[in-house]
């Protein structure tokens, strides 16, 4: 029973995303101008205006080195004619090799929640579990937005720094916002 009550309040809260969306694009579309909002402890530069401060989940898309297991794979083995031995296991070994290879791959990372500010500049996320340092990904070096409005989730790609992913129910709303900041710049749509 609560399996269901989760995915009623989820479909709820997909709904309602989606429909402040439209309500936003309805509203820019009539000559209307994005909200301002304020944003506690964060610093904004001379100019700089708060649109949205809201909860996301983010991740960052990226590969790293292939760290090896040390050590080698195997069992002892007491053997009634060689005695206690070692025997190596050179299909673990290999098993291990390539998970830490599949490991290093680039993929999806650091899945967390953060605090996310839509500003006039840019986004400014902070990791809800860190800590108090605002982690600023300007617009000027914003090469592209993928939005998937099926799961509620955009890929921004930046020219400096590894893709950042966005998921949640206000992403919608973001990606109208930030769609009418950059004035359709030819971000992917």
């Known amino acids: 029973m609560r399996w269901r009550k989760r995915r009623e309040t989820d479909e709820q809260a997909l ?44 991740a960052r898309f990226y590969g790293t080195e292939v760290v090896y297991p040390q050590g080698r794979a195997g069992y002892f083995e007491d053997h009634p004619t060689f005695g206690r031995r070692w025997v190596g296991n050179r299909r673990l070994e290999a098993r291990r090799r390539r998970d830490a290879e599949i490991d290093a791959q680039e993929r999806w990372r ?21 800590g108090a340092e605002w982690l600023p990904f300007d617009h000027v070096l914003l090469t592209g937005a993928a939005p998937v409005p099926d799961r509620e989730q955009v890929e921004l790609s930046y020219s400096t720094c590894a ?24 971000l992917d749509r």
Do not use: M
Not at 17 to 35: I, N, T, V
């Open 15 to 58: 709904i309602s995303g989606k429909r402040a969306a439209d309500e936003l694009a309805a509203a820019l579309r009539s000559g209307a101008c994005l909200p301002s909002v304020q944003a506690p402890s964060l610093s904004l530069d001379p100019g700089e205006v708060a649109h949205a401060d809201v909860t996301c989940g983010t």
């Open 110 to 130: 650091e899945h967390t929640a953060a605090r996310v500010v839509l500003t006039s500049q840019g986004f400014r996320l902070r990791p809800i579990p860190f």
């Open 163 to 186: 893709p950042l992913l966005l998921t949640g129910t206000a992403v919608p709303w973001l990606v109208v916002a930030l769609d009418n900041l950059l004035g359709c710049s030819g």
